[in-house]
């Protein structure tokens, strides 16, 4: 068997923070790594940097200024694709095949903006009806299959995934709506919570902490927004996962920590 490094990681910018993911290389050598938000268009991704350091492996999808979403591969990568969800021509997905036939998922849901009232906020209704699609899809994967779905979920959906559950009820990414809608999605393929397996409720469980606090590592106010997720066929193999907060306190970083599991081909 071989031990598999994978990396999911909002980087905020791939070429804002090129010199962050060298670190990540030198200091983790994950063997895949999944960024979200990487803001750049597929002409200008800077695939040398990868190649130079041994990921000749590529994946991705890419708009101007927004969103974007990439795989980087130190091992062979197949039947590379992308769905448009919900039809608004969003990068926001981007998926690959790996060794072993597992299919590799990794999303940028939406954010949802600031009020959680599809009535009055494009942005959540938006954020709701890819939920919706993703259920459906989720539903119809069939169950023997083996998938690996990581990346920006945009949702902190148990009470110690966040720093506050009082005072975040009524916050985007950890509204009850939200919560209860990735439940759902979760169980529509019975996916297993790489994450949560690890690291039990109730203890504390973060990815993300804002910009805003002067001293993010004192203040600790977190949330889980990021996430690893399998099929049941591929419980087994998963032998470890680390939020690497370190990350999350380098020179000029993502507000999002990467998120490191390890599994076994």
């Not at 960024?35 to 990868?50: G, I, L, R, S, W």
């Not at 470890?240 to 990350?247: D, G, P």
Request: charged share 25%; glycine share 6%.
């Amino acid at each position: 068997m071989t031990k598999i490094r994978l990396v999911t990681w909002n980087i905020n910018s791939v070429r804002a923070r090129i010199d962050q993911v060298g670190q990540l290389m030198d200091d983790y050598s994950p063997h895949v790594i999944c960024f979200q938000e990487t803001k750049v268009q597929d002409h200008m991704f800077p695939a040398n940097y990868f190649t130079e350091r041994g990921y000749v492996h590529h994946a991705f999808a890419g708009q101007k200024s927004y969103n974007g979403v990439a795989i980087m591969s130190r091992i062979p990568l197949g039947k590379i694709g992308k769905h448009d969800w919900c039809g608004k021509g969003d990068a926001r997905h981007i998926e690959a095949t790996l060794p072993g036939g597992i299919s590799l998922h990794n999303f940028y849901v939406p954010a949802g903006g600031d009020e959680p009232d599809a009535a009055v906020n494009d942005k959540f209704a938006h954020k709701l009806d890819f939920l919706d699609e993703m259920t459906d899809w989720s539903h119809d994967l069939p169950k023997d299959s083996k998938y690996i779905l990581v990346g920006d979920l945009n949702i902190a959906p148990y009470e110690s995934d966040v720093w506050s559950h009082k005072k975040l009820l009524k916050v985007v990414s950890h509204t009850p709506l939200e919560c209860e809608k990735m439940l759902t999605l979760m169980a529509a393929h019975d996916w297993f919570d790489v994450m949560r397996h690890f690291v039990p409720e109730p203890e504390r469980l973060y990815s993300w902490w804002s910009y805003r606090a002067k001293d993010w590592k004192a203040a600790d106010k977190g949330r889980r927004l990021d996430h690893v997720w399998t099929s049941p066929a591929l419980k087994a193999a998963m032998k470890s996962m680390a939020v690497l907060e370190a990350a999350r306190g380098w020179v000029k970083p993502s507000d999002h920590a990467p998120v490191m599991v390890e599994f076994t081909l």
